[in-house]
């Protein structure tokens, strides 16, 4: 299917910007790979199946779907980052693959048949779905019953520099949702229920080490200028206004409180959300 023209919110814009600027080196990091391998490892896919990629990125699930479900098999891997795309579809070329299809599509306003895959997989995107309750509840009528969802997201508690961040704009009376992150474990759960999943089973774990406090220091810029991805323009204009310096300084302070003798604790609480569609086709 050739590439459509996508209609896109500001929000969206942004992440397509910043992910059309990271494709050039989004493959030098070992982290997200090793995610996916987790992520392929709980969804059990098999010889023949036909699998849906939410956020394929560069395409290390997609790809290695593919070469799981073989010949007889098909991927669909949906990103709205043209560049991870054309990153995800020479790595495709590259290796001979011909069950996968690449399509540039906002994942919240895609189309498939009912029923049309057997495993629904998203690594590393999760947290910027907008609406996540209404994505989910798409994403069920394209499983087939039986199917199986996999989702990947960091926890709330993720990531000590975002954390602070957090602590210290809530200080100016800015709220930023977590990240877009996915909240407890129980409304976590209560999102993929009210979706019509079954069975839901989240696994957590641990991949959280001691960073230094310079190097958490450091990551300021980077975390502010994330914090300018907010779907929010109320926030956006309120973070427009804050005192940058001084934020700053608040933010090292604080950063200062949890220095231990190893470093400081980067909690990377990882949840990995697995659930069913029943048997039985039944309207949610
Ligand atoms: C961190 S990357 C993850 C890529 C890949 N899944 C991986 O784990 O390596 C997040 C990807 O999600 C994509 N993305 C974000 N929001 C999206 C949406 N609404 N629809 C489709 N793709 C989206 C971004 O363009 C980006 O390529």
């Not at 302070?253 to 949890?258: D, H, I």
Request: charged share 25%; aromatic share 10%; hydrophobic share 40%.
């Amino acid at each position: 299917m050739p590439d459509q023209q996508l209609d896109l919110n500001d929000y969206k814009r942004r992440i397509v910007d910043l992910y059309n600027r990271r494709s050039i080196n989004y493959d030098h990091g070992k982290w997200r790979l090793q995610i996916c391998h987790r992520l392929l490892e709980y969804s059990q896919i098999s010889y023949q199946q036909h699998i849906l990629d939410i956020g394929t990125g560069t395409g290390h699930l997609a790809i290695a779907s593919a070469e799981i479900v073989g010949v007889g098999g098909r991927v669909v891997g949906v990103d709205i980052s043209p560049q991870m795309l054309d990153v995800a579809r020479s790595k495709v070329k590259a290796l001979s693959l011909s069950n996968v299809e690449l399509q540039l599509a906002d994942a919240e306003a895609i189309n498939y048949p009912a029923n049309s895959f057997d495993r629904i997989l998203c690594a590393n995107t999760f947290p910027w779905i907008e609406d996540k309750q209404a994505a989910l509840r798409t994403w069920y009528k394209f499983l087939k019953p039986g199917g199986l969802i996999a989702i990947h997201t960091p926890a709330n508690t993720a990531y000590v520099g975002q954390v602070v961040l957090r602590s210290v704009l809530k200080r100016y009376g800015i709220k930023l949702d977590h990240s877009n992150r996915i909240g407890s474990i129980e409304s976590c759960k209560q999102l993929f229920v009210n979706a019509g999943f079954e069975g839901i089973d989240i696994k957590t774990e641990q991949y959280g080490s001691y960073v230094s406090f310079d190097s958490v220091k450091a990551k300021w810029e980077e975390l502010i200028s994330f914090s300018f991805h907010s779907k929010s323009e109320e926030i956006l204009s309120q973070l427009a206004l804050i005192p940058l310096a001084e934020a700053k300084a608040k933010f090292e302070m604080e950063l200062e409180t949890l220095q231990t003798k190893k470093g400081i604790w980067d909690d990377l609480t990882t949840l990995y959300i697995l659930g069913h569609k029943a048997e039985i086709n039944k309207p949610v």
